[in-house]
């Protein structure tokens, strides 16, 4: 995986949580309800197909009802190493008209887990098509955002395990 | 596979030409570069890298000499079966930021094939972003460019046996 440090964001972070963990808590809608939005935000509908053009859909709710949808399809999925999905593609790899997430944010991510001394080596990667993209997304809040997540993911685990 | 007649493009044949005949037509570039597109256009260049994110380039050029480089990635491949592959994405599933095809035209092709007597059934299905898209890309000539690519692979398939 080549980083384009001008059109991607990315998050690393070490974890003793396993890699088998962090790929339930990322790829079953169950877990991914308690984790994948920054609390007091919540998850209102989580949809996964894992599968190359299966559906991920999420509808992520403010603390005050108000919904955003994200639809994009899975793109690649190696189990416990890498998922890949884009919003620049609805399920079935059909073209997007525009783009469905909250933020109208075109990208394709990636997440990659390694093996980590007992846990995992953590990388969310976020690919836009310019660095416009790149900089609204920063701007949004990735790094805290995407962070947070993440922290909300590892609390979680001992409940996944 | 769900066809939705106003965002899709398809051309369906019938061939006496094996699947897996097709299947190499459409996945080696010493092949592709002598059907893919209507005489006396002809391809300047290809490249395939056949994986999920690889790349799928080509090079068309007039008779005047004048290139028009196409530029996405594979999506799905299912030998002798199904090839997927999209221009809004680039290789490594990297957002594309203005589509780099000649016809500057957004679309998800999907390439079915199944075996039809001693032959193949032959389905080539394009879907766009909208149903301007999908007619831009009709008025181009989709079915008659389409179809005499496919003459021009039937007419080369004995070679490639």
Not at 17 to 32: G, N, S, Y
Not at 110 to 139: F, N, S, W
Request: net charge negative.
């Amino acid at each position: 995986m080549k980083i384009n440090p001008e059109l991607d964001l990315v998050l690393e972070r070490f974890t003793d949580v396993k890699p088998e963990i962090v790929w339930k808590a990322w790829t079953r809608p169950e877990h991914l309800k308690r984790w994948f939005v920054p609390a007091p935000w919540s998850i209102a509908e989580v949809e996964v197909d894992l599968r190359p053009g299966g559906i991920f859909r999420t509808v992520m709710q403010s603390p005050d009802g108000q919904q955003f949808p994200n639809l994009g399809c899975f793109l690649e999925i190696v189990e416990n190493k890498k998922l890949v999905w884009t919003d620049l593609l609805l399920p079935g790899f059909r073209p997007a008209q525009a783009v469905q997430s909250g933020a109208d944010l075109p990208f394709t991510a990636i997440v990659l887990l390694e093996p980590h001394g007992k846990g995992t080596r953590y990388q969310a990667i976020c690919m836009h098509q310019d660095a416009a993209g790149r900089k609204r997304h920063e701007e949004m809040g990735f790094h805290e955002g995407w962070g947070k997540c993440f922290d909300q993911l590892v609390a979680l685990a001992p409940e996944i395990g």
